[in-house]
């Protein structure tokens, strides 16, 4: 991948963000494609990174979230910028054009952003054949899953994507949780989840071939739920050994502290306002489900010191969006130092031993003494 002089890279990002953001991403996507955003100076792993999960040694716990790569794209691109891991989607089995337009929005002062986009995707014809191109490089790429908003049986839409590109992803996604498909989070009910992972679960058993574990599933749930609607997930994840859950998606809540003008749009807030509510459900349900399930921590981390305490809360891996689009791809590197840093402090030498030590009754000192 091409270099670029830093000087004409901060031009170049100072330049995106006077652009609406929809298209500011836009031509992020044809740049990387193209191999003309820069890539940071390679750097070897810290092998106290690294962490064995699902069966599958990633280099460090840092992920590119689902929503930055809808279509598959870029995912190659991505992780040669320092991503442990790239999850790209969330993919629909047919074509969608989403929400109308404007549906991002950037909160400037909050390092925020609101989305409504709706799952725009171009369907499961265009993401597959280009999953099944790069299947057997180099790296580990999931695939994040939802349904049409016009579907007439969601469950299916979703069995329907499993099926499609069963063999083509290292993990999926299951995403019941964007708070911009109406109904979608009802998915999340007790009887609804239930019905849904009894069919996956089965359909994974039936497509799976050969010796070796069959490809994991792995449930994106919202911050937003209560206890009791936490207390459900985890029975029922547990009942049907999924293999993990990623914590969380985006929060139609936590408005009150918000500073930007655009704080009165509809949609999903991510980014920093969002880390103490989903760090939060992270620990509660690391506690609920006894360490047993392996968690992804989602949601706010604008630092190493964010990555760490998610970790520190239950998270053996951890992903991001937002800092990506307000810094640029340095972060990566930037927060894989501080991380290391933060784990030499305490006296842990590996990145597995971290996971989970604060989420007894440690947490909420945790959370005022890192997160500020």
């Known amino acids: ?14 330049a995106l963000t006077r652009l609406p953001p929809e298209f500011a991403h836009r031509l992020t996507i044809r740049a990387l494609a193209r191999g003309i955003v820069p890539a940071p100076a390679p750097e070897a792993e810290a092998a106290d990174l690294g962490i064995t999960l699902f069966g599958y040694a990633f280099p460090n716990p840092f992920g ?25 989607g969330t993919v ?88 911009n498909t109406p ?28 010796a070796g574990r069959p490809t994991p599933l792995l449930l994106k749930i919202a911050p937003d739920l ?25 929060t139609i809540e936590e408005r009150g502290d918000l500073r930007s003008a655009n704080r009165v749009q509809a949609g999903g807030l ?21 360490g047993r399930v392996p968690l992804i921590g989602v949601g706010g981390i604008s630092s190493g010191r964010e990555a760490y305490l998610k970790i520190r809360m239950g998270a053996s891996l951890v992903q991001l969006y937002t800092a990506l689009v307000y810094r640029g791809p340095e972060v990566i590197g930037i927060f894989k130092r501080e991380l290391v840093t933060y784990l030499k402090a305490d006296g842990f030498t590996r990145l597995a031993e971290a996971v989970g030590t604060g989420a007894d009754g440690t947490h909420k000192a945790l959370l005022r003494s890192l997160a500020g």
């Open 226 to 250: 209560g206890q009791p609607g936490l207390e459900d997930v985890a029975a029922v994840v547990e009942a049907h050994r999924l293999d993990g859950v990623i914590v969380s998606n985006t």
């Open 270 to 290: 991510s980014g920093p306002p969002l880390f103490r509510r989903s760090t939060q459900m992270l620990a509660e349900l690391y506690r609920l489900t006894g």
């Open 1 to 14: 991948m091409a270099q670029m002089p830093d000087r004409l890279y901060r031009l170049g990002r100072f």
């Open 183 to 210: 109904g979608l989070r009802g998915l999340q009910g007790k009887r609804e989840l239930d019905d849904l992972l009894s069919m996956l679960v089965a359909t994974r058993t039936e497509l799976h071939r050969g």
């Open 92 to 179: 629909t089995p047919r074509p969608q054009a989403g929400n109308p337009r404007p549906r991002v929005f950037r909160l400037k002062e909050d390092r925020a952003i609101i989305n409504r986009l709706g799952f725009p995707s171009e369907g499961l014809v265009a993401v597959k054949p280009r999953l099944e191109r790069r299947w057997g490089g180099s790296g580990i790429v999931g695939a994040n899953i939802g349904a049409n908003k016009d579907s007439y049986d969601r469950l299916m839409d979703y069995d329907i994507c499993l099926r499609t590109l069963y063999g083509y992803a290292d993990y999926f996604a299951i995403n019941v949780s964007s708070p």
């Open 64 to 88: 590119l979230a689902a929503g930055f790569d809808k279509n598959a794209e870029v995912p190659d691109e991505m992780l040669k910028l320092g991503f442990g891991f790239v999850e790209v």
